[in-house]
């Protein structure tokens, strides 16, 4: 069962350079797995988190957009690399840079979605943080159902512009 009401507080959780968060989900987005790192970077047990939707560990000042981004790249069939800002059990957070990969039964048939999340960059931080930002405030201007939408919209033609995509762009601040 999802916790109620954390509040988010200014605590962030720094990965090591050797943690690796791993969990699989089904095709709906509920846990089926969570390796011990993601236990206890997160804050919760496998009690916790088993059978629970993953954004139980998403922060509020994760745009919207971002996500709809994430399942539409899935959805393509292809894999997405991004930054993730989550929160823990006690409402801190830390940073992510995710890889998340569609599971593939015997038969090639999609069953869920295997995500590996490691240390970001720093730097690459310092550039991510205020995009996320923008991010977030063209989704205070539109109406919650369109919000995810009009994020992603400024994202792309910001990108566009700059004559670069999400993946290339992402990749290339990571290292």
Do not use: C
């Not at 690796?20 to 797995?33: C, E, H």
């Not at 599971?103 to 690459?124: F, I, L, M, Q, T």
């Amino acid at each position: 069962m999802k916790p109620k009401n954390i509040t988010p507080r200014d605590a962030e959780v720094l990965l090591d350079v050797d943690d690796f968060i791993v969990s699989k989900t089904d095709l709906t987005g509920r846990i089926t797995y969570a390796n011990r790192t993601f236990m206890a970077i997160s804050g919760y047990n496998e009690f916790q988190l088993f059978g629970i939707q993953h954004n139980l560990v998403r922060h509020p000042d994760m745009p919207r957009g971002v996500f709809r981004f994430l399942w539409d790249t899935l959805k393509s069939g292809h894999e997405f690399f991004g930054f993730v800002k989550n929160m823990t059990a006690d409402g801190g957070y830390y940073w992510v840079f995710a890889n998340v990969t569609i599971d593939v039964d015997a038969a090639g048939n999609p069953k869920g979605y295997y995500s590996v999340r490691r240390k970001p960059n720093p730097k690459a931080l310092e550039q991510v943080i205020p995009l996320y930002r923008e991010m977030l405030e063209v989704e205070q201007r539109h109406p919650a159902s369109s919000a995810p939408d009009q994020s992603l919209k400024w994202l792309q033609q910001l990108l566009a512009d700059r004559g670069v995509d999400y993946e290339n762009l992402v990749l290339e601040l990571q290292g």
